[in-house]
């Protein structure tokens, strides 16, 4: 099993890598290590990346960090329409996630 320190940093590694491999496109709003519960129910770390506003810059994040889109899911939220995806980059779990006003709210 590997260390709470171990995975704090592969999720920074990953987190690292993902922004710097994909510096063509528009950086997310927000970034940031995630501690979540692992299928062992033991803590872990991964990484999320919020998009405001923008459902196209999530459709490019999406696209690049080669997230399934059968995956995405789809809410109403106190933003307006909330879409998340999630999948793994290099062993680490990674979410993407969006919030964006709903026209005419």
């Known amino acids: 099993m590997t260390t709470l320190a171990a995975s704090r940093a592969d999720a920074a590694h990953a987190l690292m890598m993902v922004l710097t491999e ?5 950086q997310p709003d927000e970034f940031e290590l995630h501690e979540h ?3 062992t129910g033991h ?3 991964g990484v999320v990346l919020v998009v405001n506003e923008s459902l196209a810059l ?6 690049a960090l080669d997230l399934d ?7 109403a939220c106190h933003h307006g329409a909330c879409m998340s995806a999630v999948g793994e980059i290099d062993g680490v779990p ?6 964006a006003d709903v026209p005419g709210k």
């Open 69 to 75: 889109p059968g995956n995405i899911a789809y809410r």
């Open 43 to 45: 803590p872990d770390w």
């Open 22 to 26: 994909h510096g063509d496109i528009p």
């Open 37 to 39: 519960e692992s299928e």
């Open 94 to 99: 990674v979410e993407l996630f969006a919030a």
């Open 58 to 63: 999530f459709e490019q994040w999406r696209a």
